[in-house]
C-alpha cells in the first residue's frame, strides 16, 4: 500500500510538473501572439506615417512649382512652418531655400571619374572658415582633408589626408551625399562640424551654390561675409541683410548698389534673388508612431521641380 501511494505521489507530481510547464509555455506563447500583433499594428502605423510624409512631399512639389513661377518666391516664405491635421494625427511641415549654404561639393571640380582640387572652391571655403574665426592653417587643413576624400587621385594634398590616413578604410573618391560625412574625415573635429555645419550643406553637383539675398537670415551673415573682397564684420553683413525690402530685391543689380555692398566688394557673381534648391522638413505623427523625413528639391527656369534626395530620419 504504501509503495502505491509513493507511486500515486509521485505520478501526481509529475503532471502538476507537466501543467505548470504547459502553463509557462502557454503564458509565452500568447505573450509572444500579443507581441507579434503590438508589432504588426506598430509597423502599420508606421507605414501609415511615412505615406502621410511622401504626401506632405507631393503637395510641396506642386507649391514650389507654383511660387517659382511667381513673384511669391523672393520673400517671405522661406523657414515658416505649417501643420496639417489628419485623422489620427498630424502632418508638420517647413519649407527652406536649401541653397543658402557653402556647397562643400564645389571645392572639387570635372567628371565623376575625375574629380580634382577646385582653387575657387577651396578659397570660399577658406574665406567662410574666416567668417567663423577659424585659424588660417586649421582652414587650409580641413579643405586639403576634404579635398583628398572627394578627389580620384592618390595624392595627398598639402596638409590632406588620404588611405592611409584612415586606418585600412578609404577615402570617398566622389562627391558627398550630405554634410554629416564631414565627421568621418581627418581634422573635423565635433567642435569644427558645430560650427560649420550650420552653413555648408552637400548639393548634387560642384557647382558653387547661388546665395540667395531674398531668403538669407541675418544669422546666415557669415555666408554673406564669406563673399565679401574686403573686411566684412558679422554685424555689417547683418545689417545689410536687415535692410532687405519687405517684397525683396527684384534684380542683384539693386543688391549691389547698396554703400555696404560696394565697400566690401561682394562678388555679387554668386548671389541671387531667387532659389533653385528647396529644402523639405516634415514630421508625422500618427497613433503612436512618429515619422521624419528630409527632401531635397531642385527647380529649373521653368518652374519643373525633380526630387534630388530624400533621407529618412530626424534631421540632423
Not at 150 to 163: C, F, I, N, T, Y
Not at 177 to 195: C, D, H, K, M, N
Not at 243 to 249: D, F, L, S, V, Y
Amino acid at each position: 500500500m504504501r509503495r502505491r501511494s509513493e507511486e500515486r505521489g509521485v505520478a501526481l507530481l509529475s503532471v502538476l510538473l507537466l501543467v505548470a510547464v504547459m502553463s509557462v509555455m502557454a503564458v509565452t506563447v500568447l505573450d509572444e501572439i500579443r507581441f507579434g500583433v503590438r508589432r504588426a499594428a506598430n509597423a502599420e502605423a508606421v507605414g501609415q506615417a511615412r505615406w502621410y510624409a511622401l504626401g506632405a512631399e507631393a503637395l510641396a512639389r506642386s507649391r514650389i512649382g507654383a511660387l517659382v513661377r511667381s513673384d511669391a518666391v523672393l520673400t517671405g516664405w522661406s523657414g515658416r512652418a505649417v501643420s496639417y491635421p489628419v485623422e489620427g494625427g498630424l502632418i508638420q511641415a517647413r519649407l527652406t531655400d536649401a541653397g543658402n549654404c557653402l556647397n562643400l561639393n564645389s571645392l572639387v571640380q570635372g567628371p565623376p571619374e575625375g574629380l580634382r582640387r577646385s582653387d575657387a572652391g577651396v578659397e570660399q571655403f577658406l574665406a567662410l572658415a574666416q567668417a567663423l574665426g577659424l585659424a588660417p592653417r586649421e582652414a587650409e587643413m580641413l579643405a586639403a582633408a576634404l579635398v583628398d576624400w572627394m578627389d580620384a587621385d592618390p595624392l595627398r594634398e598639402s596638409g590632406g589626408a588620404e588611405d592611409e590616413a584612415y586606418d585600412g578604410y578609404r577615402t570617398g573618391g566622389t562627391l558627398l551625399a550630405e554634410p554629416s560625412e564631414l565627421r568621418a574625415i581627418q581634422g573635423f573635429t565635433p567642435q569644427v562640424y558645430a560650427r560649420l555645419r550650420p552653413y555648408v550643406c552637400a548639393l548634387p553637383t560642384a557647382d558653387p551654390a547661388a546665395i540667395n539675398i531674398n531668403t538669407l537670415t541675418e544669422d546666415q551673415a557669415p555666408l554673406l561675409a564669406m563673399l565679401a573682397r574686403e573686411p566684412l564684420s558679422a554685424a555689417a553683413a547683418r545689417r545689410v541683410i536687415a535692410a532687405r525690402p519687405a517684397t525683396g530685391w527684384a534684380e542683384v543689380a539693386d543688391f549691389a548698389a547698396l554703400p555696404a555692398v560696394q565697400a566690401a566688394d561682394i562678388d555679387t557673381g554668386r548671389l541671387s534673388v531667387r532659389p533653385r534648391y528647396f529644402g523639405l522638413q516634415t514630421e508625422v505623427t500618427f497613433g503612436e508612431a512618429e515619422a521624419f523625413a528630409s527632401a531635397l528639391m531642385e527647380t529649373d527656369s521653368a518652374g519643373r521641380v525633380r526630387l534630388a534626395a530624400r533621407r529618412w530620419g530626424p534631421e540632423e
